[in-house]
């Protein structure tokens, strides 16, 4: 069966220390990987996403994530995380481009200053 | 950026009673648009795709006579929930995609309370 699982439910942070977000999914053939990200009173909005190419992909507010096809996983980092960045954090997986998405539980992110 | 609403925000019902969910795409053509329900501590569950003049393709386990979905142009599509009963409270999510990329952008959702 197709399914996204986000590892963390809650994360506090203080500010400037080092994210690290995991997300395994399982899904049979050619994958799409996404991050969304939503603020608080806000929409969910496209932090960044994997086609194909470089498994290392960059999105907005340095945000960054790493497809590893070989442990199923695409866990998202930032290295210095603000106060700002307190939102939560969904993963999702797709087989054709934004078409049918499955979404993790998503992660709520705290961060102290 | 893309801006997507949905009308009402908010909800209350009486159990048996009918009620409609507006979303709409404010400053793009959506031709497709797509339903989702959140339970709470959950994810986003995808309930159903909907392309602009055709009929909605309704997820494994989704009552489509319960959940009707129009999308008669392409900058709205309606959700009703028929005869909504308690255990249709929920957070019901809308996004809307159109263009080359096929994005997704979202709606800020609408919290329905059936009594």
């Known amino acids: 069966a197709q399914s996204v699982s986000q590892h963390n439910h809650h994360v506090i942070l203080s500010e400037a220390a080092s994210l690290e977000l995991g997300c395994n999914y399982s899904y049979g053939g050619t994958v799409n990987l996404f991050w969304y990200v939503q603020y608080p009173g806000q929409h969910l909005q496209l932090l960044l996403k994997y086609f194909s190419g470089d498994p290392l992909v960059k999105g907005i507010k340095g945000f960054e994530a790493e497809f590893i096809k070989s442990k199923f996983s695409f866990n998202l980092r930032k290295p210095s995380v603000q106060w700002s960045d307190t939102a939560e954090y969904f993963c999702a997986v797709?087989?054709?481009?934004?078409?049918?998405?499955?979404?993790?539980?998503?992660?709520?992110?705290?961060?102290h200053p | 950026g893309a801006v997507v609403s949905q009308h009402p925000s908010r909800v209350i019902c009486k159990s048996g009673t009918s009620v409609k969910i507006e979303c709409r795409s404010l400053d793009f053509q959506a031709t497709t648009m797509f339903w989702y329900r959140q339970f709470p501590k959950q994810s986003l569950m995808l309930m159903a795709t909907s392309n602009e003049g055709s009929k909605a393709t309704y997820e494994q386990g989704v009552e489509k006579d319960k959940f009707l979905i129009n999308h008669a142009s392409l900058t709205l599509s309606t959700l009703t929930v028929t005869s909504a009963h308690p255990e249709d409270s929920s957070f019901y999510i809308c996004s809307a995609s159109g263009g080359a990329s096929g994005e997704q952008f979202f709606g800020p959702g609408t919290r329905l309370t059936v009594l």
């Open chain 1, 94 to 111: 797709g087989g054709g481009g934004y078409n049918k998405l499955i979404f993790g539980a998503g992660t709520r992110l705290a961060v």
